[in-house]
C-alpha cells in the first residue's frame, strides 16, 4: 500500500483487536519450515508487530525490518518487538520500496496484497528486493471462502457492503484465490501454493470476532465509507452489527475463514 493511501479498514481498536491476535503460529505457519536463524527478512504491512516478532525470535541473530504504510501503528509494533534487538521498523511503499536489490533472504507479507492499488507491482518489487535463491511469502484472506452459520438477519449484508466498499478503495477481497496468479506475472516461476482457515466457535471467540467485524461496521472509517460511497447507511450498518451479535449469542456458531497463501523462489 502507498504510503498515502487510505487503508478501508482504518485503524479503530475493533480493526487492531484482530491484528494483535495474529501470530506466526496462527497467521504465518506455512513460512516456518523456510526459516532459521542468520536470515534476513523483511515484513510488508507489519501492522502492530505480533507476527513480526514471532519471525524476528526465528531468524535471530539474523536482522528483520518490518514496514507498514501507516506511521500510526508502527509505535505498538516498536512496542511488541520490545527486548528484541534484532528489528528495525519504518514506513515504507510496497509499490517502490526503498531497499537495493537481493536485499533479503525472506520477504514476507500477511493481509497485505488484498489492499494494495497493484498486487502485482508489490510482488514484483518484494521480489526485486529478495536475493537469488530466497523466497517470497505472502498469505491473504478470500472472503468468497467465508462461511458462517447461522446466518441471523442483517449479519447476511455484511459481505455485500464489504466487497463494495473495498473494491471502490482499490482492493480486491477474493485476494486468497489469486495469490498464484499475481505471482506468476510478477516474474515468479516456482511458486508453491497452499491454503489454511480460521475458524471462531467458542463463545468468547464469537464475542471477539463479532465485536472486531460487526463493530468495524458502525465505529470504524470502513463504515465511514460504506456510507459516504452510498454503499449503505447508519441504519443498514446498525442492523448488520445486530446481525453480528445475534450469530456471537447463538449455541451453534460457527465461523471459518479461508486464507490463499504462497511461498515463491527467487
Known sequence: ???????????????LSSHQWRTVENSAAYLTAHLRPGLSLLDVGCGPGTITAGLARRVAPGQVTAVDAAEIVLDEARNNAEGLGNVAFAVADVHALDFPDGTFDVVHAHQVLQHVADPVQALREMRRVTRPGGIVAARDADFGGMVWYPNPSGMDSWLPVYYNVAR????????????????????????????????????????????????????????????????????????????WKAWAAADDGWYAVTHGEIICRR
Open 1 to 15: 500500500m502507498s504510503a498515502n493511501a487510505s487503508y478501508t479498514h482504518g485503524h479503530h481498536k475493533s480493526v
Open 168 to 243: 471502490a478503495n482499490g482492493g480486491e477481497p477474493d485476494a486468497g484465490r489469486r495469490l498464484v496468479s499475481w505471482a506468476r506475472e510478477a516474474g515468479f516461476a516456482d511458486v508453491t501454493a497452499s491454503a489454511s482457515s480460521w475458524c471462531y466457535s467458542t463463545p468468547e471467540e464469537r464475542e471477539w470476532w463479532s465485536e472486531s467485524w460487526g463493530g468495524r461496521l458502525v465505529r470504524s472509517s470502513l463504515a465511514d465509507k460504506a456510507v459516504a460511497g452510498g454503499h449503505a447507511t447508519r441504519d443498514g450498518l446498525q442492523r448488520i452489527y445486530e446481525g
